[in-house]
């Protein structure tokens, strides 16, 4: 007989724990195996999908309580740019939101390298301008393919477009402690966190709902979601291993965003399979960082380039720095050379996200050309600055904006036309 499972649910575990699991219940080892790509690969939802195990197996697994653990999609939500926001539900009824973007989140380049890596290239401006013309094209065919049989054409774009762009936003908590003064998700104060299976899960049911299939498919992952992942550190890094090794996921792919656990980036710096890494910046000195993100009471800004200055890089590795702009606050051409000074001789880049508006922040988006300014400040400074293009602002699934929108879509009254559910998986 099965003794108590490590965990009682297969997804999350690795490959010890399942080997251990199969062991104890006197089944031959290669049976960890077939557990293993039922789970990750075929992202099988309950243990009798799992047909390359003996009957009498599964029948034991699901008396002592052993679960496939999958995360179910509880909705989802379909924006006008082929945005999708899940609602996804685990087993003690709370939900988180992962988000699927075809055409990636704006900031990375879609091959696995940053976009910062395009500044590499000696001509920015002209790789921008093709960017957006390839983004039109790309998004034009989305559509189209949702509404109709694709043309040839669109098959090759869409082919193009999950091969390199496709990312899922993922989250790490249910809600987020960390209380940013401009995010909706802090909002909510965090509820609990997730498990690395529920981590990983998000990703399973994603990927199954879009039919596609990491390595075949190229898929970028950011855990920029919902919470903050270096406060749920264990999990956070056992669900990155697990999606490196288990679903197929390039480790180049994957970047973690942090608001700056300043002595998790520094064990994180040491881990062995490990995403790159993301800073949220957000300001440019320590009065205003205190301001909007409290956490830099405890970890200044000094404290915080202090740990990325030390942190070691790969070969073709950058660290990126996101900043949300916002009207008046930290958007004035000040800002952006406060920025610029803190970041010099670093080997980053920094992703500029105009605020995307949300009910309840008390924060105005700033104009384009404030968002050029500062990014031209940035680039005469010699630093890499990106615009990123808001995805899904119409579904509320940009950035900053995740969770919240579940109760103020559903409140009565509440007029949210844009949303168009799609049917429930
Ligand atoms: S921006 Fe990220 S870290 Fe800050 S409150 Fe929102 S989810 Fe948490």
Redesign the pocket.
Known sequence: MIGEPLTSSLLGMDREETAALVSEAGEPAYRAKQIMDAVYRQRVESLAEISTLPQEFRERLVKSGVTVGAARIENKFVSSDGTVRYLIAFADGQSVETVWMPEGDGGEAGDGSEAGAEAEGSNISTSGAKARSEESEHIAALKRCATQNPTKKDRSVQDRVRQGRSTICISSQVG?A???QF?L??LLGVKRNLTAGEIVGQVCAVLKDQKVSPPEDRINLVFMG???PFLNYENFVKAGRLLVECVGIAERRMTVST?GIVPRIRDFGGEAIRPKLAI?LNASNDALRTRLMPLNKKWNLEMLIGAARDFPLRTREWITFEYVLLGGVNDEPDNAKEVADLLRGLRCKVNLIALNPGPGIDFATPSEERVTTFQKILRDAGIPAFVRRPRGRDIYAAC?QLKRTVEIATSPGHALQVLSPAPKS
């Open positions: 987020c960390v209380d940013c995010c998700t802090a919902m919470g903050e608001a949220s900053g």
